[in-house]
């Protein structure tokens, strides 16, 4: 009987967590898409440990950046495009929506041909037939499940990329080197360094995560019939607390992730040579001699499940973004019927950039490629974003301050020095 009683304020204590964890969560695993596990195997590859502090690094502007989109959500009820537009010259916000859509798009076709590429691997078949059944699939679903359902699913997908985890206890790594990488920083200045630190960036501070959240605490505070904090301030104790446990929790387990994926590959890949590795599918075909059968699979399977739960959230950010620009009604959690057009830009999205992996684009050097763009949009959607989140027009007295906002800027910053040298080296 003790026992049993035990056990009950246990279990109410992990579905309260659980139930706390939400839009931060699936944000941080979406980040590890097909497009970002191919930008940490060729960085573990080519350079081995020595690019482990990036994930250290990155961490707290991660937080930062995506704190400040969820509070822009919470606060005033409305998408980052929506007060984008009802701030800053339209013209402007449709500048960056139109740069948020390009760097969409190409992610969404290098994420659809990697996951082609998994399958066709794992049980043979086209590549291509393959990536065309995922491409609909993810639309279908987009369009026909109600968005509590969806959300679930999300939730439980992030537990693919434990996967990622379990492929370092197959290798054989060097905890120490490992662990002096992660704090003492290897710097390169050659172009193909640089390309790679940015292609880091652009995949771990991507500007389709800042929509996504933001857009996705509104769905929740809808969902539950909960007002905006402007209309109801003695919330914002709890709700920002929130925010806070599940943002802190999906940026910590998404670079966790990351420094994994780089790890088993510098253990593996690097350590035999094998530094040319261009995409998520290369790695998992290389890791099959290297490691065993067993991590080729877990490798494979976690690119698929991975591109599963990122390409809805990458199609779903471009529609509430290009719905919240031009005024238009519409949410995952309305029907088809009552928001054609926001739709309509899901399923355009998830299909062009299905259409774009039957074109002669290398979906090879698409993977790093939509992350170096990603690192290059995020540039002037980061500063936007951090002028929104600070103005107290917008936000009233939950405009950001103090911490949060210095490591928000810090992001901005580093982002764009590392763009800059990243177009002079390539200059020279």
């Known amino acids: 009987?003790?026992?049993?009683?035990?056990?009950?304020?246990?279990?109410?204590?992990?579905?309260?967590?659980?139930?706390?964890?939400?839009?931060?969560?699936?944000?941080?695993?979406?980040?590890d898409d097909p497009s970002g596990i191919a930008t940490y195997s060729q960085a573990g590859a080519q350079y081995g440990v020595g690019l482990l502090w990036t994930t250290l690094l990155t961490t707290p502007l991660m937080v930062a950046i995506q704190l400040a989109a969820a509070r822009i959500g919470r606060v005033t009820?409305?998408?980052?495009?929506?007060?984008?537009?009802?701030?800053?010259?339209?013209?402007?916000?449709?500048?960056?929506?139109?740069?948020?859509?390009?760097?969409?798009?190409?992610?969404?076709?290098?994420?659809?041909?990697?996951?082609?590429?998994?399958?066709?691997?794992?049980?043979?078949?086209?590549?291509?037939?393959?990536?065309?059944?995922?491409?609909?699939?993810?639309?279908?679903?987009?369009?026909?499940?109600?968005?509590?359902?969806?959300?679930?699913?999300?939730?439980?997908l992030t537990l693919a990329l434990l996967a990622y985890v379990a492929v370092l206890f197959y290798a054989k790594v060097d905890w120490r080197a490992a662990a002096v990488a992660l704090v003492a920083p290897q710097l390169h200045v050659d172009f193909d360094a640089l390309l790679i630190v940015v292609a880091l960036l652009g995949t771990t501070i991507s500007p389709y995560l800042?929509?996504?959240?933001?857009?996705?605490?509104?769905?929740?505070?809808?969902?539950?019939?909960?007002?905006?904090?402007?209309?109801?301030?003695?919330?914002?104790?709890?709700?920002?607390?929130?925010?806070?446990?599940?943002?802190?929790?999906?940026?910590?387990?998404?670079?966790?992730?990351?420094?994994a994926i780089m790890i088993a590959a510098a253990a593996t890949l690097h350590a035999h040579g094998a530094i040319s590795i261009d995409s998520a599918v290369q790695a998992a075909e290389a890791l099959r001699p290297l490691a065993g059968e067993q991590a080729f699979v877990l490798f494979a399977v976690g690119i698929i499940a991975t591109g599963l739960l990122a390409v809805p959230v990458l199609a779903g950010s471009t529609a509430y973004a290009v719905a919240d620009a031009l005024g238009w009604h519409g949410s995952l959690d309305h029907r088809f019927g009552e928001a054609r057009g926001f739709y309509a830009v899901v399923i355009g999205g998830t299909i062009a950039g299905t259409a774009l992996d039957f074109t002669p684009i290398d979906p090879i050097k698409a993977l790093v490629f939509s992350a170096v763009v990603n690192g290059i949009a995020a540039v002037p959607i980061m500063a936007m974003l951090m002028l929104l989140a600070s103005n107290p027009r917008a936000l009233g007295d939950f405009a950001i301050r103090g911490r949060l906002r210095f490591f928000g800027w810090l992001a901005t910053g580093l982002m764009a020095i590392a763009v800059t040298l990243m177009l002079y080296s390539a200059s020279r």
């Open 77 to 156: 009820g409305q998408g980052l495009a929506a007060n984008l537009a009802a701030h800053y010259p339209r013209p402007l916000v449709i500048f960056l929506v139109a740069l948020l859509v390009i760097a969409n798009t190409i992610n969404i076709t290098a994420d659809i041909a990697a996951m082609g590429e998994a399958l066709q691997m794992l049980v043979g078949g086209r590549q291509h037939g393959h990536a065309l059944l995922f491409g609909l699939l993810i639309a279908f679903l987009q369009v026909y499940l109600p968005y509590a359902r969806l959300a679930a699913i999300f939730k439980w």
């Open 1 to 31: 009987m003790i026992a049993r009683s035990l056990r009950t304020p246990l279990r109410d204590k992990l579905r309260a967590t659980m139930h706390a964890l939400g839009p931060g969560l699936v944000s941080g695993a979406a980040d």
């Open 210 to 259: 800042f929509f996504w959240q933001a857009s996705q605490e509104v769905e929740e505070m809808q969902r539950k019939g909960s007002p905006t904090l402007l209309a109801a301030p003695e919330r914002a104790p709890a709700a920002l607390l929130r925010i806070r446990f599940d943002t802190v929790s999906g940026m910590v387990f998404s670079n966790v992730i990351a420094a």
